[in-house]
């Protein structure tokens, strides 16, 4: 499946009120985007990890009343869900492009995750690049510059994942809209691909590689 280059007008779906028209642009816009990275990447993370990796695009089911504010094609080891998982997520807001490495709330086994990272605090903190960025929530698009970051506060961010119930914790790259929508496919899988090669670690350290 050839993949597409983003344009302002996929961002801008997120401008649209209501949640049935929000919806129906997104469908016709965005997932079929979505729908070809995910099949595009999903072999180079299967590679990447050694583990089969499977596609879920967000459908956004149970939403009734707000329409979404971003839209996402995850990728995890399971081909019935990625929530409870750490996984991968390539998406949009309306303000930039996201390419993620994810241990959400739903994920059971964040304690033990969280531990995993805390033994491999000082080479996260060198190795993961000074321009990627963290996130303790995976509802607001605000970020965390990496190179902001000290040993201490990436240290609590992982404490934080084993002791409260419905911690978070996220780890890639964002592009300004501005700047999504300048590159062309060819530029936007090589900048995805290199997050991913970074991000594989993480993973693997989640996941007990």
């Given at each position: 499946m050839e993949v597409t280059r983003f344009t302002n007008e996929d961002f801008d779906v997120f401008t649209i009120d209501g949640l049935d028209p929000?919806?129906?642009?997104?469908?016709?816009?965005?997932?079929?985007?979505?729908e070809s990275l995910g099949q595009y990447f999903a072999p180079t993370l299967t590679t990447l990890t050694g583990d089969e990796m499977f596609?879920?695009?967000?459908?956004?089911?149970?939403?009734?009343?707000?329409?979404?504010?971003?839209?996402?094609?995850?990728?995890?080891?399971?081909?019935?869900?990625?929530?409870?998982l750490p996984h991968f997520q390539i998406g949009l807001w309306e303000t930039h492009l996201f390419i993620w490495f994810a241990v959400i709330y739903e994920a059971p086994h964040k304690a033990e995750i969280g531990k995993r990272l805390s033994e491999k605090l000082a080479k996260i903190h060198k190795d993961i690049p000074k321009?990627?960025?963290?996130?303790?929530?995976?509802?607001?698009p605000e970020t965390i510059q990496n190179e902001t970051l000290s040993k201490e506060e990436l240290q609590?961010?992982?404490?934080?994942?084993?002791?409260?119930?419905?911690?978070?914790l996220?780890?890639?790259?964002?592009?300004?809209?501005?700047?999504?929508?300048?590159?062309?496919?060819?530029?936007?899988?090589?900048?995805?691909?290199?997050?991913?090669?970074?991000?594989?670690?993480?993973?693997?350290?989640?996941?007990?590689?």
């Open positions: 929000r919806m129906e642009a997104l469908k016709m816009k965005i997932r079929p985007k979505l596609v879920h695009v967000a459908k956004h089911a149970r939403r009734t009343v707000h329409p979404p504010k971003d839209t996402w094609v995850a990728f995890a080891n399971n081909p019935r869900g990625y929530k409870m321009n990627f960025v963290w996130s303790m929530d995976h509802t607001k609590a961010m992982f404490d934080r994942l084993q002791t409260v119930k419905k911690a978070e996220l780890c890639g790259y964002v592009i300004d809209r501005n700047d999504a929508i300048q590159l062309n496919s060819e530029q936007l899988i090589s900048k995805i691909q290199k997050v991913f090669e970074s991000l594989t670690p993480l993973f693997n350290l989640a996941v007990k590689k």
